[in-house]
């Protein structure tokens, strides 16, 4: 009996030994946490439950040269409701009135919102959605109700901004403009001035404190931000608005009539260089008969232009003094041979002799590529090196990334053969972008100064000027005067009595050179043949105000009809057509008396709809041009939002509806 009694003391004495060291133990640990490892354990306890969220700045605005809006951040507000922050008195109080007042701004009955209000409140959702993407006005009105009025702590409003980019003018040059958001892929073709100035068009973003609550939400510490958001600056494009709608409306009637699968234009002024408009459109398939901004053509394709090229061979000669515009040519009977391969002229049987300028206007392969071939054949790296001069085979430097790499072959370099130099001479062989092609057509009408395409003129805050981008020169005389004068001669020839002659009008002159390459024909992995139509020049010819560059790729070929006169050119003539019809004329006016009926319909209907602004009503502005129906609407006072470009064929307020001095009215133009 006294051993089993003994034995038992010993198990209750081991029992308190082990008790006792695992007090000891968790005291230990106990206070590692606390002292020893206390700071971590803080700081990941408030890394979980409490963080800084950032709120992005709003990004300054992209303006065209005209002033119009291109790019703007629009800040949008969430509203959630914290369930739990008020008081009961206060909830009860003035929750029937919070409902009414959301179902006046929403659209939505009180009921809904009163019913929503009170299951918050009875569950105990401390994050419960109450309106998305509200504008700044709205919410300056929500933050207004009964209960929000009281603030996050004892109202339990709880606000969340957010910014969004919106291009008011539709897709128009939107790839140039650029995209908000980059492809995951990092593909270039999407950055554009929005990329390309995005340090002055940012700003820098604030911060907000929030804490963690129940289902994995957070919810803002306070009703101020930690660090405020500060907007970025406002850029000014060189875009002109109107032209750029020419440019693209243009280009895209001559792709659908063709059938083409991409193309570009690109108008720029020719004493500054400031890029006046740009329009890139493609299609997504063989099938699909849309056609989208999708890729900067103009700035990152790189391809052999053909024709358009024996520009050069012509400045090469004349500065080489090796040949003249009078010298006389055989064309061969429209096949010239060299080394076993055979050079041939688009006319059948050839120009028969005739001079190197009519060879140009005409654009005889025969006659240039002896011109060049008989002038360099001794020392091709003469010719090469003046097409280095001219700037032929380096990158403009332009902001944007993916502009593509002219190319020129070199002797001694993987591409250079003995045909190379008579194959450069009509445009194969080498590569060039469509804007590094038409920089060097404004250097001959800028009488040989070669400027920078620029497409951004100014960055301002506000109304003050941050930066300004005046005339950048590349080369101040890219040849002789003597030389310049004789190649504008022989573009204008070009569309008087050459391949552009149908577009010569007597009522404005142009000058420039038409453009027919055939792309892959060398190739052997089944990729099919096509052809690339291009015009490059300026106008007026005499006084060049404007350059521009149209190019189509792969125009349907069972029409047999894909030269740069006949797709590409007419692009180029509606643009300066309907630049020179809107110029302002210098003619007398006769009978400046006389009335005109459709006149003074117009004017009294717009005197009309002027008088309701004293009735504070909308106007009926179906039909109206865009412009119109801006400028009227403004005089009145009211908000105007724009979708499209033309005329007015829907608008969201009625007519004859009365209007708040906060209303917007969107018009949806044709």
């Not at 063989?286 to 999708?294: A, F, G, L, N, V």
Request: glycine share 8%; charged share 25%.
């Amino acid at each position: 009996m006294a051993i089993d009694e003994k034995n038992i003391s010993y198990r209750i004495y081991l029992f308190a030994f082990l008790v006792f060291i695992m007090a000891i133990a968790i005291s230990v640990k106990l206070c590692n946490i606390q002292w020893v490892e206390g700071d971590y354990y803080r700081k990941l306890a408030k890394e979980r439950t409490v963080k800084n969220f950032v709120i992005p700045a709003n990004k300054g605005n992209v303006y065209s040269a005209d002033g119009s809006l291109l790019a703007t951040s629009i800040p949008n507000y969430d509203i959630r409701f914290d369930a739990v922050a008020p008081k009961q008195e206060d909830f009860r109080k003035n929750v029937s009135a919070l409902s009414d007042s959301l179902s006046v701004l929403l659209g939505r009955p009180s009921g809904y919102y009163y019913a929503g209000l009170t299951k918050a409140r009875n569950t105990k959702n401390r994050y419960c959605l109450i309106a998305k993407g509200l504008s700044f006005t709205e919410y300056m009105r929500i933050k207004s109700f009964p209960l929000f009025n009281k603030g996050a702590f004892k109202g339990g409003i709880i606000t969340e901004q957010y910014t969004v980019r919106e291009h008011p003018i539709g897709t128009i040059a939107k790839r140039t403009i650029g995209y908000d958001v980059v492809r995951p892929d990092g593909k270039a073709d999407g950055k554009g001035i929005e990329w390309a100035y995005r340090k002055y068009l940012n700003g820098k973003d604030g911060r907000i404190l929030k804490q963690k609550i129940a289902k994995g939400q957070w919810k803002p510490i306070r009703d101020v931000n930690e660090v405020d958001p500060v907007d970025g600056y406002d850029i000014i494009s060189t875009i002109d608005v109107y032209i750029q709608d020419i440019a693209h409306h243009a280009l895209l009637k001559q792709l659908k009539d063709y059938d083409a699968d991409h193309g570009c234009v690109v108008v720029m002024e020719t004493k500054t260089g400031y890029v006046k408009a740009i329009a890139n459109l493609g299609r997504n398939s063989k099938t699909d008969s849309t056609y989208y901004e999708r890729v900067n053509y103009a700035v990152s394709e790189s391809h052999e232009p053909g024709s358009t090229y024996k520009l050069a061979d012509l400045m090469a000669l004349f500065e080489d003094k090796k040949a003249d515009t009078s010298d006389i040519y055989d064309s061969r009977g429209g096949d010239f041979t060299i080394r076993g391969r055979h050079v041939r002229d688009s006319h059948e049987g050839g120009y028969g002799k005739i001079s190197l300028g009519r060879g140009f206007e005409v654009s005889s392969n025969t006659v240039l590529v002896q011109a060049v071939y008989n002038a360099y054949k001794e020392n091709p790296m003469q010719f090469v090196d003046h097409l280095d001069d001219f700037g032929l085979n380096k990158k403009l430097g332009l902001p944007f990334e993916g502009e593509g790499e002219p190319f020129i072959p070199h002797r001694g370099g993987r591409n250079w053969s003995a045909l190379s130099l008579p194959w450069m001479a009509f445009g194969y062989g080498v590569s060039i972008t469509p804007l590094q092609t038409l920089t060097y057509y404004n250097a001959v009408a800028n009488n040989g100064e070669m400027v920078k395409p620029q497409f951004v003129s100014e960055i301002r805050e506000w109304n003050k000027t941050i930066k300004k981008y005046d005339k950048q020169v590349i080369n101040p005389k890219i040849c002789s005067d003597e030389t310049v004068k004789k190649l504008r001669a022989c573009l204008e020839n070009v569309v008087k009595k050459g391949t552009g002659n149908k577009l010569y009008s007597k009522n404005f002159s142009m000058a420039g050179k038409t453009g027919t390459a055939q792309a892959n024909y060398n190739r052997k992995d089944g990729t099919e043949k096509h052809y690339i139509s291009s015009f490059v020049g300026y106008f007026p010819a005499d006084n060049p105000k404007y350059s521009c560059i149209v190019v189509v790729h792969e125009p349907n070929t069972s029409r047999n009809n894909y030269y740069g006169a006949d797709v590409a050119g007419p692009v180029f003539k509606r643009i300066a057509q309907k630049i020179f019809t809107d110029a302002p004329s210098t003619n007398e006016v006769k009978n400046l008396e006389r009335k005109s009926k459709v006149q003074e319909k117009n004017y009294n209907d717009y005197y009309t709809e002027t008088q309701k602004v004293k009735e504070k009503t909308i106007p009926n502005v179906k039909g109206m041009s865009g412009m119109d129906a801006v400028a009227l609407l403004g005089n009145l006072g009211v908000k105007v939002k724009v979708v499209g470009i033309g005329k007015v064929k829907k608008q969201s307020i009625q007519p004859g509806q009365h209007f708040g001095d906060n209303d917007v009215i969107i018009l949806e133009l044709s």
